[in-house]
């Protein structure tokens, strides 16, 4: 019986492969592919830049910048973290990649001049654009 039994274990066990362990820990893939994710900004520092086209409630961004920041239809800018304001986004792929373009005298009325450095990001809430939103 105990021949029989080592007989049908050794028929229920798979086929060895042939071939180094090595050669077949090349096909799996390292565990940091398998946790692999996108890294996707929230936030970006630029330069505002004066365009006197634009809406007061409107701004210029680069398209590429956009796609980054997860922009849909709004942008929040902060400027030196006293001036938020809240813009409808215009993409353009003309615009630099690093700058925004803004309303001039929406910016001047406020006190922020041309080429300010300011931080901008995707918009979530639910004020109206072309304000400045207070601090």
Same mark, same amino acid.
């Given at each position: 019986?105990?021949?029989?039994?080592?007989?049908?274990?050794?028929?229920?066990? $798979?086929?060895?492969?042939?071939?180094?362990?090595?050669?077949?820990?090349?096909?799996? $893939? $390292?565990?940091? +592919?398998?946790?692999?994710?996108?890294?996707?900004?929230?936030?970006?520092?630029?330069?505002?830049?004066?365009?006197?086209?634009?809406?007061?409630?409107? +701004?210029?961004?680069?398209?590429?910048?956009?796609?980054?920041?997860?922009?849909?239809?709004?942008?929040?800018? !902060? !400027?030196?973290?006293?001036?938020?304001? &809240?813009?409808?986004?215009?993409?353009?792929?003309? !615009?630099?990649?690093?700058? &925004?373009? &803004?309303?001039?005298?929406?910016?001047?009325?406020?006190? &922020?001049?041309?080429?300010?450095? +300011?931080?901008?990001? +995707?918009?979530?809430?639910?004020?109206?654009?072309? !304000?400045?939103?207070?601090?």
């Amino acid at each position: 019986m105990a021949e029989e039994r080592e007989e049908t274990l050794e028929e229920l066990m $798979p086929e060895r492969p042939k071939g180094s362990i090595s050669k077949l820990l090349e096909a799996v $893939p $390292p565990a940091s +592919a398998l946790k692999a994710r996108e890294k996707r900004i929230r936030e970006k520092r630029i330069r505002l830049r004066y365009d006197a086209s634009l809406q007061p409630e409107q +701004a210029r961004i680069n398209q590429q910048l956009a796609k980054e920041l997860g922009v849909e239809e709004m942008i929040e800018v !902060v !400027v030196a973290g006293r001036h938020r304001f &809240v813009f409808y986004a215009i993409i353009d792929e003309d !615009v630099d990649y690093n700058s &925004v373009h &803004v309303n001039p005298d929406l910016m001047e009325e406020h006190g &922020v001049a041309d080429r300010s450095i +300011a931080t901008v990001r +995707a918009y979530k809430g639910t004020e109206q654009a072309g !304000v400045r939103l207070n601090v």
